[in-house]
């Protein structure tokens, strides 16, 4: 999270048009979605240590990408932390929650100082309650009720069918 935290601020701070935005979100969503099926593909849960160097490395690019993309980060740092096998799923999903947390907080901060910050209360009321409802019945259903390869395995297909999605649509202007 050190290198982490002021790249996303500044990745937040980039001003990208729409299309380069997406094409840049969709990829890395793509990217993402394949590095989680290899995580449950492979065979092998054994957990490695990171040097300082690449927990710094890691942390700066996937900040960065967050900062850019507007998202926290998470989706990008569970398939890559799972892939590496830094630590089990559930200690992985834990650190990407806080990390999500503080690159969001780092990346609104951006985007206020860029002055490209809006808000909708419309919607940001609904999202809120979204996400708790959401986060709550994900939390429990993957600790008590789903395997959680084949959670894994459905996940990734998700965010590969999103990326691929805003790819095709924002790249080729193709709508599926």
């Given amino acids: 999270m050190v290198s982490s935290i002021p790249l996303a601020y500044f990745g937040a701070q980039l ?7 997406f094409l840049i979100l969709g ?7 394949i590095a989680m099926m290899l995580r449950y593909i492979q065979a092998k849960m054994k957990s490695h240590e990171f040097s300082l160097i690449k927990k710094l490395s890691l942390g700066g690019s996937v900040g960065f990408l967050a900062g850019v993309s507007g998202i926290g980060g998470g989706i990008f740092l569970s ?3 799972n892939l590496l096998n830094w630590a089990n ?3 992985v999903a834990s650190l990407a929650s806080v990390f ?3 690159n969001s ?3 609104l901060i951006g985007l206020t ?7 909708d209360f419309q919607l940001a009321w609904k999202l809120v309650l979204a996400v708790i409802l959401g986060g709550s019945l994900g939390s429990y259903l993957s600790n008590k009720k789903f395997n959680l390869r084949i959670l894994g395995g459905l996940t990734a297909v998700l965010v590969v069918y999103v990326g691929l999605r805003l790819v095709l649509m924002h790249g080729f ?3 599926i």
């Fill in 89 to 91: 799923p559930r200690t």
């Fill in 27 to 33: 990829s890395s969503l793509i990217l993402s979605g």
């Fill in 15 to 21: 001003r990208l048009s729409q299309q380069v935005f």
């Fill in 173 to 175: 202007g193709i709508n």
């Fill in 79 to 81: 398939p890559t932390l």
């Fill in 113 to 119: 100082v860029a002055d490209t910050f809006q808000l």
């Fill in 100 to 102: 999500i947390l503080v």
């Fill in 105 to 107: 907080i780092s990346g």
